[in-house]
């Protein structure tokens, strides 16, 4: 789960000069170019049609305006972000329509800059576009569906959710997560829409989905050395020995060649004796970049070479799901091909090992109390191997539990979600109470608290507990 940002310096994070806007520019050009040229292809249709279906109709217009303010509750490090989120769809003759969402990111108060969003996670295809340190602007989503056969192809800047599970991810790993709130964001928010290209259809044994994504865009996490900056063994590599100077090499990224560089997928839907179930493959690079470390000797002054890169991977795996009575019963599955695992030692092993992984998640929902739902789930990461000199254990076990309630005719809503590391002893809650005081506006209260080991993937935040208020203005 390590990424580049992490290893930037201060001053790569605040340069974002001509060139770079010159790069976001030129790269919106092509993809309108290509949507244009998509959208041409419906020219051909004849008079006849139009007169009975218009070439163009607006089907929805609307949004978002999100405001909220957190504060640490262990110190004075404070945001206050507004977020402008338009949502527009168009229907294009009779089969076909478009959607865009973009979006407009505001800090309200200095103790953000988007100078710490150095975004060497993404692409160039979905870079964010900053016009100052306080501001700035990305296509969340824009993409055609249309039906081609007997099935429906969507191409574009898009969201491909994959699995059951509550926030432990299995299987949904075909999108990217950012992770500048952690895991605190709803997961709609959470991931990073890539250019894609997904078509679905039903088959007489099966559904098929078949998905192409050219976009290298992965996990990004935030820069903010105040906020949600991953300082764990796990994620990040010890710090090397006394007089031991480092050296960093440039992240060595995927190429552009949609064919070679683009991750594949496939997912088979089934519904037997009541169970519904799914076959997933999906070849991709995994989301985390994998940072080697070398020692150089050097004649008596060694250093230390750490060289960030990605890799790929094979996922396998499956879901299912069924209900009895007032309980659903769902799980998911994966064998990845290659998990890449640090060393406790940066220089053992280059600082990272390969090994298979299988994961598994088990879940049970319970709805059988009026305007509630409980939730419990139990998930597992096995390694290949021996764990000896690794920073993780080759069993990691973890807990969840989900629960929510609505009251007054669903104008109030209450939720809770607790993650818990068995092996770490260290956990995440996020508790949230929402009023709805209309279709249009929405108001919501959180406390999202860390305890646990410093050395934890949760326990490493848990002086940065926070509260936070906000606001949600529909349109």
């Known amino acids: 789960m390590a990424t580049p940002s992490l290893l930037a310096t201060p001053s790569d994070r605040a340069n974002s000069g001509l060139k770079g806007s010159v790069v976001f520019i030129a790269n919106r050009l092509l993809a309108g170019q290509l949507l244009l040229a998509i959208l041409a292809t419906h020219s051909a249709q004849s008079a006849k049609a139009e007169e009975e279906h218009p070439r163009f109709s607006l089907l929805d217009a609307g949004g978002r305006i999100r405001t909220e303010y957190s504060r640490q509750t262990d110190n004075s490090d404070d945001k206050f972000l ?146 949600y900056y991953l300082t764990s063994p796990k994620i990040i590599p010890g710090a090397a020995p006394a007089g031991v100077t480092v050296q960093q090499n440039k992240v060595d990224r995927p190429g552009r060649n949609p064919i070679k560089d683009a991750d594949y997928g496939i997912r088979l839907t089934k519904v037997i004796g009541g169970v519904d179930l799914t076959f997933n493959y999906l070849y991709h690079y995994n989301d985390d970049v994998v940072i080697y470390s070398q020692l150089d000797p050097n004649n008596g002054n060694p250093v230390v070479t750490v060289s960030p890169t990605y890799r790929r991977s094979h996922l396998i795996g499956g879901t299912f799901s069924f209900a009895s009575g007032s309980f659903v019963y769902r799980g998911e599955y994966g064998f990845n091909s290659n998990t890449y695992v640090l ?133």
């Open 82 to 227: 507004v977020k402008f989120e338009p949502e527009l769809k168009v229907g294009i003759g009779e089969s076909s329509t478009v959607f865009f969402k973009p979006a407009l990111n505001l800090s309200l108060l200095g103790g953000y800059k988007a100078a710490y969003d150095d975004q060497f996670e993404r692409s160039s295809w979905s870079k964010k576009y900053r016009f100052n340190d306080y501001s700035s602007a990305e296509l969340r989503e824009l993409y055609l569906t249309s039906k081609v056969g007997d099935g429906l192809l969507t191409l574009g800047k898009q969201q491909i959710v994959w699995g059951t599970a509550d926030g432990l991810r299995v299987l949904d790993v075909v999108d990217p997560v950012d992770f500048t709130n952690f895991i605190m964001d709803d997961p709609a928010d959470a991931r990073i829409p890539l250019w894609s290209a997904n078509y679905q259809v039903t088959l007489p044994a099966f559904d098929l989905q078949l998905v192409w994504i050219p976009d290298t865009t992965f996990n990004d996490y935030s820069a903010e050395p105040n906020w």
């Open 343 to 475: 060393t406790k030692s940066p220089t053992d092993n280059n600082g990272a090992v390969s090994r298979h992984e299988f994961s598994y998640v088990f879940g049970v929902d319970y709805s059988g109390l009026t305007d509630t739902m409980l939730s419990v789930q139990f998930f597992q990461s096995i390694l290949s191997g021996s764990d000896q000199g690794l920073v993780r254990d080759k069993v990691d076990s973890t807990v969840t539990l989900n629960a929510s309630r609505t009251f007054l005719n669903q104008t109030w809503r209450t939720e809770m979600l607790y993650v818990y590391s068995i092996n770490d002893r260290d956990s995440a809650l996020r508790a949230r109470v929402r009023y709805n005081q209309s279709d249009k506006t929405s108001y919501y209260f959180e406390f999202d608290h860390y305890a646990g080991t410093i050395n934890g993937l949760y326990g490493e935040f848990r002086d940065k507990s926070r509260v936070l208020l906000g606001v949600d203005r529909f349109f």
